[in-house]
């Protein structure tokens, strides 16, 4: 046996020869038919394909802030592994697939061009990205099949005089277009009744002719067989196809160029010039190549990528695609398509749009559909995960809250300045990540949503955060330490802004310094409490806590004593313990009775059910408790002696231990934790205990 057949025999049992045939099947006119007879869908038009083939990953309802939301899961890229996510953008993307069904149950929208529009880096071409890597795996499924046919020539009618040469439709077009147009009608009832049965969107059509090379090839067999069109469809040959964009095949990408090198042949196909002589003709369509952006992209999508910035003459042909459904390739009759046309652009171009009078044409042509940033924190960090998450980055450290600090920045320079008085910009975007804060509402958030619009369509783009954050990775202290912290991404983040390229004026970049130094101080919050937690993380001693607090708040709802462990005799309830773990949690003197109360209603409510009320069971009295224990531990701690260069032996164990837990619960390693409790350290030492 050669040494090289365990590896062959590898690479043969992940090819599934079977596979491959079931996708390049090849069939006849009449054994076609039958599979439309069957499977009304397989004739779908391109709309209907990319809405069906959306929901073919499924959905979810949800209710944010009254509003009924959809999340559709094929946007968080489950073909791709979710590198291609798209994340806090429910509500546009809602927009779009509705504009995809409206088109696919052929209200109009159908003849329009979908237009993303918003700031730069706000995922307006990983969105066109998506669609397309969606239907290049979904024409691969059963459940999105789709067929166009090849004509097969004998030397009699082949053009040429090869025997049994094949000649692929240049569009990829529809098998059944080749039904003559006075039969579709009829044909198009029957499959569109069984269609729509089957949960089908709209009804099938087919509209337009084949095209011009098909149109003369079938025209030609007519004649040779006297009007016969079954003699006609026994050269056809029908064959599954797989949209493909590097095949060039239902997928077309239009990149716009300068403009002296810019010609529309690139979107309507060309002559070739070495086929004239055989043909005689320039006008003869077996002598063009039908190999424009618009020809290839039948039956799919075409993606324009800054469709804004072509030249005029390409937006003509826009237009005609775009209404009518048709493109006039140079020296042929307008020519029929199926494809949906996507676009996308950012503010400036767009505001030109508007401003040219000479472009109304195409603004009335044009469903435009806002893509913003995101403005909810929790949907910012994902997008940072993706590529600075745990899986991606091993071999170094990134300390906790680093990447969160980056997108608390990004997504407050996105948000507009709050009108309610007394809203902090922290406040509202907290509000927005669904925290509650007392005195505001889902109909209060809802309200500053609806007041503030344009949040979204300007500050910070995730490209300027995931280009900073990878600079800290590569800086010599991290390559040194192994590590890096939020201090070190926000330095990077305050010292780009001087040659941001986005940003010129000094006031922008005075109010972003700004609001750095706002995350700053909730950082400095955050990691406070963790280490408060740390300290107070002796389980056994919150426990303790707990069941003595809730014995004299058992005892003062009952108006009953309690008695004394140590001296046995029973005593008033320990109103200066309940009101120091109370006040941790802002409950104020007018409110402690209800507070009690709740408190021993909600233990009631969990015994009928026959559970255990614990310490950690309760959010609020949990986290009282928590700094209730800090307080009474942090003396005994001495956590300032950190910042003193003498630490007894007693104290560095506590703080080891301390240092252990904040490893253990909150994700830090040795050199993480130690910054962390150096910096709280110096914070108390100067006095600083705010939160």
């Given at each position: 046996m050669p040494e090289s057949q365990p590896l062959i025999d590898l690479i043969n049992a992940r090819v599934d020869q079977q596979r491959f045939q079931h996708l390049h099947w090849e069939g006849t006119f009449w054994q076609y038919l039958d599979i439309v007879a069957e499977r009304p869908a397989v004739a779908r038009n391109a709309y209907q394909r990319v809405y069906d083939m959306i929901l073919s990953f499924g959905s979810e309802r949800y209710r944010a802030f009254k509003r009924d939301l959809i999340r559709y899961h094929f946007f968080s890229d489950p073909i791709g592994g979710h590198r291609d996510a798209v994340y806090g953008l429910d509500r546009q993307l809602m927009q779009l697939v509705?504009?995809?069904?409206?088109?696919?149950?052929?209200?109009?929208?159908?003849?329009?061009?979908?237009?993303?529009?918003?700031?730069?880096?706000?995922?307006?071409?990983?969105?066109?990205?998506?669609?397309?890597?969606?239907?290049?795996?979904?024409?691969?499924?059963?459940?999105?099949?789709?067929?166009?046919?090849?004509?097969?020539?004998?030397?009699?009618?082949?053009?040429?005089?090869?025997?049994?040469?094949?000649?692929?439709?240049?569009?990829?077009?529809?098998?059944?277009?080749?039904?003559?147009?006075?039969?579709?009608?009829?044909?198009?009832?029957?499959?569109?009744?069984?269609?729509?049965?089957?949960?089908?969107?709209?009804?099938?059509?087919?509209?337009?002719e084949l095209c011009p090379f098909c149109r003369k090839v079938s025209g030609d067999l007519m004649q040779h067989y006297g009007g016969d069109w079954r003699k006609m469809l026994e050269h056809v040959v029908v064959r599954r196809i797989m949209l493909s964009e590097k095949d060039r095949i239902g997928i077309g990408t239009f990149q716009p160029k300068d403009e002296k090198n810019q010609d529309s042949t690139e979107l309507t196909g060309d002559i070739n010039y070495r086929k004239i002589a055989l043909y005689g003709s320039d006008s003869d369509p077996r002598a063009f190549n039908f190999d424009g952006e618009f020809n290839v992209a039948n039956r799919g999508v075409i993606e324009f990528i800054e469709v804004l910035k072509l030249d005029v003459a390409f937006l003509y042909d826009l237009l005609g695609a775009s209404q009518e459904h048709l493109i006039k390739p140079?020296?042929?009759?307008?020519?029929?398509?199926?494809?949906?046309?996507?676009?996308?652009?950012?503010?400036?171009?767009?505001?030109?749009?508007?401003?040219?009078?000479?472009?109304?044409?195409?603004?009335?042509?044009?469903?435009?559909?806002?893509?913003?940033?995101?403005?909810?924190?929790?949907?910012?960090?994902?997008?940072?995960?993706?590529?600075?998450?745990?899986?991606?980055?091993?071999?170094?450290?990134?300390?906790?809250?680093?990447?969160?600090?980056?997108?608390?920045?990004?997504?407050?320079?996105?948000?507009?300045?709050?009108?309610?008085?007394?809203?902090?910009?922290?406040?509202?975007?907290?509000?927005?990540?669904?925290?509650?804060?007392?005195?505001?509402?889902?109909?209060?958030?809802?309200?500053?949503?609806?007041?503030?619009?344009?949040?979204?369509?300007?500050?910070?783009?995730?490209?300027?955060?995931?280009?900073?954050?990878?600079?800290?990775?590569?800086?010599?202290?991290?390559?040194?330490?192994?590590?890096?912290?939020?201090?070190?991404?926000?330095?990077?983040?305050?010292?780009?802004?001087?040659?941001?390229?986005?940003?010129?004026?000094?006031?922008?970049?005075?109010?972003?310094?700004?609001?750095?130094?706002?995350?700053?101080?909730?950082?400095?919050?955050?990691?406070?409490?963790?280490?408060?937690?740390?300290?107070?993380?002796?389980?056994?001693?919150?426990?303790?806590?707990?069941?003595?607090?809730?014995?004299?708040?058992?005892?003062?709802?009952?108006?009953?004593?309690?008695?004394?462990?140590?001296?046995?005799?029973?005593?008033?309830?320990?109103?200066?313990?309940?009101r120091s773990i109370e006040e941790k949690i802002e409950i104020p003197e007018s409110r402690k009775d209800d507070f009690r109360q709740e408190i021993m209603n909600y233990i009631g409510a969990l015994s009928l059910d026959n559970k255990k009320f614990e310490y950690n069971t309760n959010a609020r009295l949990y986290k009282a408790l928590e700094l209730k224990l800090f307080e009474d531990q942090r003396d005994t701690i001495k956590l300032k002696n950190l910042v003193s260069s003498v630490v007894d032996d007693e104290t560095q164990a506590k703080i080891d231990v301390v240092k252990q837990r904040m490893i253990k619960n909150?994700?830090?390693?040795?050199?993480?934790?130690?910054?962390?409790?150096?910096?709280?350290a110096s914070i108390f030492a100067r006095g600083d205990t705010k939160g």
């Open positions: 509705d504009v995809l069904r409206s088109a696919a149950e052929g209200y109009g929208t159908d003849r329009r061009i979908f237009l993303l529009h918003g700031p730069v880096g706000s995922s307006k071409s990983t969105i066109a990205r998506l669609l397309k890597k969606g239907l290049e795996h979904y024409t691969r499924q059963d459940a999105g099949a789709l067929y166009s046919f090849s004509w097969k020539l004998d030397a009699a009618a082949s053009p040429q005089g090869e025997p049994d040469h094949i000649y692929p439709c240049p569009m990829h077009e529809e098998p059944l277009m080749l039904v003559p147009r006075e039969a579709r009608a009829d044909l198009l009832d029957q499959l569109s009744q069984k269609y729509r049965a089957a949960g089908g969107t709209g009804t099938l059509q087919l509209e337009g140079k020296k042929f009759a307008q020519t029929y398509i199926d494809e949906v046309i996507l676009g996308h652009t950012n503010e400036p171009e767009y505001k030109k749009l508007q401003n040219n009078e000479l472009m109304e044409a195409f603004r009335d042509r044009t469903i435009k559909v806002d893509i913003p940033y995101n403005i909810r924190l929790d949907d910012e960090i994902k997008i940072y995960q993706k590529d600075f998450g745990p899986h991606r980055i091993k071999h170094i450290h990134i300390a906790p809250h680093t990447i969160e600090v980056a997108a608390m920045w990004a997504v407050l320079t996105r948000l507009e300045t709050p009108r309610k008085a007394g809203l902090t910009p922290m406040q509202k975007m907290k509000l927005y990540n669904g925290k509650a804060i007392p005195g505001y509402t889902e109909d209060s958030v809802h309200e500053l949503m609806e007041e503030a619009n344009r949040e979204g369509m300007v500050g910070i783009s995730p490209r300027y955060i995931q280009d900073k954050i990878s600079n800290t990775l590569v800086c010599q202290q991290a390559l040194h330490e192994k590590t890096i912290n939020p201090f070190m991404v926000m330095n990077a983040l305050e010292s780009g802004l001087d040659n941001h390229s986005l940003i010129t004026d000094e006031e922008t970049k005075k109010k972003f310094r700004e609001l750095l130094a706002v995350v700053k101080d909730e950082y400095e919050d955050i990691i406070k409490s963790e280490v408060q937690r740390a300290i107070s993380a002796d389980e056994e001693a919150i426990k303790r806590l707990c069941a003595n607090y809730l014995e004299n708040v058992r005892a003062y709802t009952q108006r009953e004593r309690v008695k004394n462990k140590y001296t046995g005799r029973d005593e008033e309830p320990d109103e200066r313990l309940m909150f994700g830090y390693n040795e050199q993480s934790a130690t910054d962390v409790l150096n910096y709280v």
